[in-house]
C-alpha cells in the first residue's frame, strides 16, 4: 500500500507541473547589458546610418524592439552609468560628474545595483568591460554585486592609479617593468596628460597587464562574455558588458580597420557590431534565447567623429544628440518583432524592469526614478508608464532641462563652464523639430514657464543621500 501511495504521489506531481502554464515553470530571465561608449543615435544602419553597417544589432532590432526616444541620465559617462546601474538620477545617488584616477569618490555601498538586487535572487553577476565608477576597492565592482570583473577601471584615455593591487607575475608591455609601473602611479596625480591611454587591465581588483594593448580589448571582452555564457548555462546570470570602444583614444583590430565608411570610428562600431552577434549566437548555442533579455544602448551621445543622426549636439551636451542614443530589446518570446517605439524611456527604467522578471522586490527605502516597462516591452501597453516627463543634466549638479510630452525647455545645452553669456532660455517641439532648430519660447512663453517650474521643484528635491 505504501509502495502504491509513493507512486500516486509522483504521478499527482507531474500532471501538476504538465498543467501548469508555461510562464510559472520558466526560470528567471537572464539579462545581459551591452553598452558603447560615446555612440550616436546615428551611428548603426537600423537608425539610419549609411557610412556604417551594423547587421547584427540589424538583426536584433528586426526581432526584438527598437526604441527612438530612448534616454540616458547625463551626457558624460560615469554620472551615466551610475544611473543605468541603480535605477536613480545621478545626483540622487552622488555621481553627478565624470571621475578620475585622482578621484576619491564613487558609486556609495549604501546604494543598490541591479547585480545586487538580482544577487539577491541567486544569481551570477559579471561585469566585463569598462567600469567608471570610482576605482577604490569600495567602490569597485566586486563591492557592488558581481562575482568577478574583467576590463578597465575608468575610460581608456586616462592611466594607472595608486591604489590597485598588482598581480605579482603581472604582464608588462611596451618595456615596462614593476619599477616604471610604480613611477605611474605616483606621477599622474601630477602629470595626467603624460600619462594618458596608458591603461591597466584588470581581473577582479588586480592589475594582471600594464599597458594593455586596446587594439584588442573588443575581441578579448567578447570571448570572454561568451565564456561566462556557457559557464553559466544552468543558472540565471546578469551580464553587463560596457565596451571600451569607441571612446577616444581609438583602437581597432586589422581585421576590420577600413571596413566602414565612417573612418576608424566606423570600424570601431562594425567591430562592435561582430561582438554582439558572437554573444546572441552564444545565447542562441545554449538554447536560451527565450530565457533571455539582452539590451542594447549607448551611455551617451557620440563624440564629433560620430553621428546624432537628425539631433542637434553630441557628448558633454543636453541637446537631443547628447541624451537620446540608439537602443534595441532583443528577448524571443517576450518583445514581439518587428517593433518601434517612440515613447520617452530611459536607461533608469531597467532596474525595475529587470527586477519585475526576476521576481525582485524593489527596495521601498528610497526614491527610483525609473519604471517597469515589462507591459511596453511586451505590447501589452503602448504608453510609457514615465507619463512622458524625462530630465536632462551634463557634467554637473545641475538639472538644465525638462521633456514633457513634444516640449522640452532647456536652459543651456552645454556644461556651465562651456555655456556663453548671450545664451538665453529656449523651448522646442522635440518631435515636429527634432534638430532643435527653433526655438518657440516667445510663441509659447506659458508653456515655458510653466515646465521651467516644474524642472526646478524636481531638481530642488534631488538631493544626495
Known amino acids: 500500500m505504501k509502495l502504491a501511495s509513493s507512486f500516486l504521489c509522483v504521478a499527482t506531481a507531474l500532471l501538476t507541473l504538465t498543467l501548469l502554464p508555461k510562464t510559472a515553470l520558466a526560470r528567471p530571465k537572464n539579462f545581459v547589458i551591452i553598452l558603447t561608449d560615446d555612440q550616436g543615435w546615428g551611428d548603426l544602419s537600423c537608425f539610419g546610418s549609411e557610412t556604417i553597417a551594423t547587421p547584427n544589432l540589424d538583426r536584433i532590432a528586426d526581432e526584438g524592439m527598437r526604441m527612438t526616444s530612448f534616454y540616458v541620465a547625463s551626457s558624460v559617462c560615469s554620472p551615466s552609468r551610475a544611473a543605468l546601474l541603480t535605477g536613480r538620477m545621478p545626483k540622487r545617488v552622488g555621481v553627478p560628474n565624470v571621475l578620475f584616477p585622482n578621484s576619491t569618490t564613487g558609486l556609495p555601498a549604501k546604494e543598490i545595483t541591479i547585480a545586487e538586487m538580482l544577487k539577491e535572487k541567486g544569481y ?266 524625462f530630465y536632462y543634466g551634463a557634467n554637473t549638479e545641475l538639472i538644465n532641462g525638462i521633456r514633457v510630452g513634444d516640449w522640452k525647455f532647456q536652459l543651456w545645452g552645454v556644461h556651465p563652464r562651456q555655456r556663453k553669456e548671450s545664451e538665453s532660455p529656449k523651448l522646442y517641439n522635440v518631435v515636429e523639430d527634432i534638430g532643435e532648430e527653433n526655438n518657440l519660447i516667445d510663441q509659447h512663453p506659458e508653456i515655458a514657464e510653466r515646465l521651467r517650474k516644474r524642472m526646478e521643484e524636481f531638481d530642488a528635491g534631488v538631493k544626495a543621500w
Open 124 to 389: 551570477v553577476n559579471a561585469i566585463i568591460g569598462k567600469w567608471h565608477l570610482g576605482h577604490q576597492a569600495q567602490f569597485m565592482p566586486m563591492n557592488q554585486g558581481f562575482d568577478s570583473f574583467f576590463g578597465l577601471p575608468y575610460s581608456n584615455d586616462m592611466s594607472i592609479a595608486k591604489e590597485f593591487d598588482i598581480l605579482p607575475d603581472i604582464k608588462f608591455f611596451e618595456g615596462y617593468t614593476m619599477d616604471k609601473l610604480e613611477e605611474d602611479r605616483v606621477r599622474y596625480l601630477t602629470h595626467y596628460r603624460e600619462l594618458r591611454n596608458v591603461m591597466p587591465l584588470l581581473r577582479d581588483n588586480t592589475v594582471i597587464e600594464y599597458p594593455v594593448d586596446q587594439t584588442f580589448l573588443t575581441r578579448r571582452y567578447t570571448e570572454a562574455a561568451v565564456e561566462f555564457i556557457e559557464k553559466n548555462k544552468d543558472r540565471p546570470f546578469f551580464l553587463y558588458l560596457p565596451h571600451t570602444m569607441p571612446h577616444k583614444p581609438h583602437f581597432v583590430e586589422e581585421e576590420y580597420a577600413g571596413t566602414s565608411r565612417a573612418g576608424i570610428f566606423g570600424d570601431i562600431v562594425q567591430q562592435i557590431d561582430w561582438s554582439v552577434g558572437e554573444v546572441v549566437k552564444a545565447i542562441e548555442a545554449q538554447g536560451l534565447e527565450e530565457d533571455t533579455l539582452v539590451f542594447f544602448c549607448s551611455d551617451n551621445g557620440p563624440i564629433p567623429e560620430g553621428s546624432a543622426g537628425p539631433m542637434r549636439g553630441n557628448k558633454f551636451s543636453t541637446f537631443e544628440g547628447g541624451m537620446r542614443t540608439p537602443a534595441i530589446f532583443w528577448a524571443p518570446g517576450t518583445v514581439p518583432a518587428g517593433k518601434v517605439s517612440d515613447e520617452i524611456l530611459s536607461t533608469m527604467d531597467l532596474f525595475p524592469t529587470f527586477a519585475h522578471y526576476a521576481g525582485a522586490k524593489v527596495p521601498g527605502d528610497r526614491t527610483y526614478d525609473g519604471f517597469n516597462i515589462a507591459e511596453l516591452l511586451e505590447g501589452k501597453n503602448p504608453k510609457s508608464p514615465r507619463n512622458e516627463i
